[in-house]
């Protein structure tokens, strides 16, 4: 498998390209595309020198390209709405229903580059149905929180993590980066807009969905010309209400979320309708979610729109070891992953713990289970910080995940959500709290 | 690997499942699922029994769920624009940028089925920025054409597979599946309202995308509970506007567009976005298109956007083969592919041709082309109908296609172009072909 790796061309640019390959010019390649000179009608063996002087031509435009604005948080407007939504009981919220009375909003071309960001009421989109967001899946996006801190200061949660995320996302799927630090600088201008939606209670927040979709308007297949980058904002109550409640998986090995070489680990738009069935599938069993294995292997690799943990005792060593599966292309590369493991080194490590990004097949997790090793097992994500598992179905068995049956969450799961919950509400004071 | 079949639960509902399960009740998991009923905050293994119970809860709405209405064409009405655009000169016209007077429009929603169909005059859609075709890409299409022939009638090219396929490609993601006869009267109603675009002139055609979105207002990942399927038109001209130009590819081994377990045969906006990078790195080199390989054993599967078909002279019997990759989960069920295979199989097949479905190894392609067993290989799909195929670029090396330098195509490609435009324009009578 080749891994991508990440090709900055200038400040405002970036593009992935496969390992140890020499960068190549896709800015000049968008453009001419879409200006129907990249792709000649026909490349016979004796163009090849016709071929290389289009490629010196591409050179020259890519660093006219470099010369387009980025995004300027200096020059964001502000709109606000003349009809000022009244505030839900926070009991009532349901996730990302009801939104806030604004909404950011910044256009992209590929001549003018970003343009005036802008904050505007919360509005519908009016696009051509030929719109290529439509047709294509040009679309990815990104799930962030603020919180509100004991002294009424308003948090975000490690923003610089996500603003790399859809800057690796955007340019999988050829729509333009973003300068994150200015994104994130307007982001929390929306938030303080709009801060009176944001619950004060404990485990409430308000979530924050950037998205960027592609905008031309053309059935062509290619890179898209032009693109939208815009911002709603959901309050949000506590995953679990009444407190944790362990969730029961059914492990799905007749369809594959991602492969190597594919985009399973981008947040794009296009790893999440295919899911849905095998979804339901599990849901018309009574299961809560479904486990994605992967490969004849049968690795464990996420859990319905989670990564997931296994806290066992290994086998060899009998050492406390807590698994999660290594980012190889098909794991969506999770902020509260990262955040958990880098917890876990920090503070479980010096306690005996091993803390292991490696593969671990469905059969092992089987048998610690039956040789009495597991410990426990949870998922991660921003919805829930973790989600505690129970058991998962596998090939017509029950996987018990080491909770007694009136228990709720493991040990480690319970310290990551309370680990976690402090540093985003401010109680613990971390760098990855950001006051806005 | 599993392979999924359709499961008709009545005449407006089709899902599918994978062979050889039983049949799941996926209709009424989706409306639980939206109801938030069919998602217990925590299923322990002591609910067990009320799982059952909520099974048994499930069947029952499931026949209130059969009585939904379906797609009614005699319902449809009519609005005819009050700003008719100016038709555009056949030379200027580009594929899919500029479009007729009129747009169809259906509403469906997971309460009401299939609402009125509605002939609108061509506008935007304005939809609320929480609707998850933007976040999730809940939305799949159809490419076909509409022809005049040489009567001044109008004719669609087996409409009935794109119904199929549009059905296939809906219920893989959760979408509504609709009535394909009442659909393609319908559409007919708009070709014939909108027929003054369509060009008279051989190789012209009115190109039309049926396209079905997800418009449920929820961040929440889920089956949509609304959906719009939408059909727009678009006059487009001949690929090849002065003859066949073969292309060149570049054999992609660093990138993969679909895999077993995934919906790489569906007809999704989701199997499009992933593509462009490696389209745009092939076009940096001068390549037209990227030719897909998969496994280690890298077998051909599509190029581009289209099936590939190849020619040769088989290594042990020395027979001439026409050769594409069978449906295996990873190829798109193209029409053209299918029109291609069986127009072989009934007048090459007698001329001593063999017609093979079947994997082949990129290895074998070039071993073919350095043995002088290489006939020919050309791109099957509705834009181009067939796009021969110079050489293709893999490992460093030029695998010439069988093309002299100064032929731009082969016989086979030729024929098969003649045959198929013959059908689709009504010089031969073929039931393919079919009068609106």
Known sequence: MTCYRLAYRDRRHVYIVPEARVMKPFQLARRQVLTGLAMPRAVSSQT???????????SASAAAASTLPGLDASK????????????????????GKNFTDHMLSVEWTATDGWHTPRIIPYQNLSLDP??????????????????????????????????????????????????????????????????RFIPAERGYSLYLRPTMIGTQKTLGVGPPGSALLFVIASPVGPYYPTG???????????AVRAWPGGVGDKKLGANYAPC????????????????????????????????????????????KELITAPLDGTILEGVTRDSVLTLARERLGPKG??????????????????????????????????????NISYRGKMVECGLKEDQEAGEIALQMKNWIEGIQYGDEQNPWSVVI
């Not at 944790?244 to 007749?254: H, R």
């Not at 599938?281 to 486990?291: I, K, Y």
Request: charged share 25%.
């Open 48 to 58: 090849i020198n016709a071929s290389r002087t289009w490629q010196r031509a591409f």
């Open 76 to 95: 964001l407007t502000v709109t606000k709405t003349t009809t000022p939504k009244e505030l839900m009981d926070s009991k009532d919220l349901v996730f």
């Open 130 to 195: 030929s719109t290529c967001v439509f047709h294509y899946a040009f679309e990815c996006f990104e799930g962030m929180k603020a919180y509100k801190d004991d002294n009424g200061g308003i948090r975000l949660f490690r923003p610089n993590k996500n603003m790399e995320r859809l800057n690796k996302s955007s340019a999988r799927i050829a729509l333009p980066t973003v300068d994150g630090d200015a994104l994130t600088k307007i982001i929390g201008e929306l938030v303080k807009l709009d801060s």
């Open 244 to 254: 944790f409640k362990a969730i029961s998986l059914e492990a799905t090995d007749y």
């Open 276 to 319: 849905i069935l095998p979804q339901l599938e599990a849901a018309s069993r009574g299961f809560q979610q479904n486990l994605w294995l992967f490969g004849e292997e049968e690795y464990v690799t996420e859990v319905g729109t989670m990564n997931l943990f296994i806290a066992l005792k290994n086998k060899e060593t009998g050492q």
């Open 353 to 390: 713990w091993n803390i292991s990004e490696r593969k671990i097949k469905m059969s092992e997790v089987a048998e610690a289970s039956e040789e009495g090793r597991m410990i426990e097992v949870f998922g991660a994500g921003t919805a829930a910080i973790v989600s505690p598992v129970r």
